[in-house]
């Protein structure tokens, strides 16, 4: 067990819609990252935060969003989905914001129909 | 540019020795990561290595770092059946201010009796 915890575990949705995924970082690190995990493009990074703000941004969609809480929980929106999002989203965190291992959460799989 | 590639497939026999190969492009790598990730779960950290390393040993696997051809490896020794999963490599870069991490494509390792 990492210690990240990813909520919910499995996601099905219509296209057009909005959800959001939740994810608790270990406890004690302060970074959070959002992965997405698909076969044909394998693992793509979003975005991180560090202690509530925005540290590093990847290749993440301009529907997409997410946010540090005080408490170092974060969660990812998705909007206006589309069948192409259906993918496994992984979190992971880290106890700094660099040169640290990432510690990977279950992820959750998002199906859009 | 950054990229990290590996060999897609990997089959041995159970009680063999596995080797699977990483190779990567950026020079000013810092610490490379050994990633497993079973069906349906997260990604879990085995083991790292920081770039001025050529070895490290942590039970049955071995991580061996050629900086020179930007080569690394990962050997599993007696490989077992509950070693099947995939296997990624992953960097991380010196100096920069984020710490997400640069991921290859994943080596499924397929471990016959």
């Known amino acids: 067990d990492s210690g990240v915890t990813q909520t919910p575990k499995h996601l099905i949705t219509a296209t057009g819609q909005r959800v959001t995924l939740r994810c608790s970082p270990r406890?004690?690190?302060?970074?959070v990252y959002w992965y997405q995990q698909s076969l044909d493009q394998g693992l793509q990074f979003l975005i991180q935060y560090y202690n509530g703000e925005e540290r590093a941004k990847g290749n993440i969609l301009e529907r997409f969003s997410a946010q540090q809480f005080p408490d170092l929980h974060s969660e990812l929106n998705l909007s206006s989905l589309e069948l192409g999002d259906s993918a496994l989203y992984f979190c992971?965190?880290?106890?700094?914001?660099?040169?640290?291992?990432?510690?990977f959460g279950n992820g959750t799989r998002l199906t859009v129909t | 540019g950054e990229d990290v590639e590996q060999s897609l497939f990997l089959s041995v026999r159970e009680g063999d020795s596995s080797v699977i190969n990483c190779t990567y492009t950026d020079s000013s790598s810092t610490y490379l990561y050994w990633y497993k990730q079973e069906p349906g779960a997260g990604l879990q950290l085995l083991t790292y290595i920081f770039s001025n390393m050529d070895m490290k040993q942590d039970q049955r696997l071995t991580v061996l770092l050629n900086k020179k051809d930007k080569h690394l490896s990962l050997r599993i020794a007696d490989t077992q059946t509950g070693d099947s999963a995939i296997y990624f490599c992953a960097e991380t870069l010196w100096g920069g201010s984020q710490g997400n991490l640069i991921f290859g494509k994943g080596t499924k390792l397929s471990v016959k009796p």
């Open positions: 406890s004690g690190d302060l970074s």
């Open positions: 992971a965190s880290s106890v700094a914001h660099t040169n640290s291992p990432l510690h």
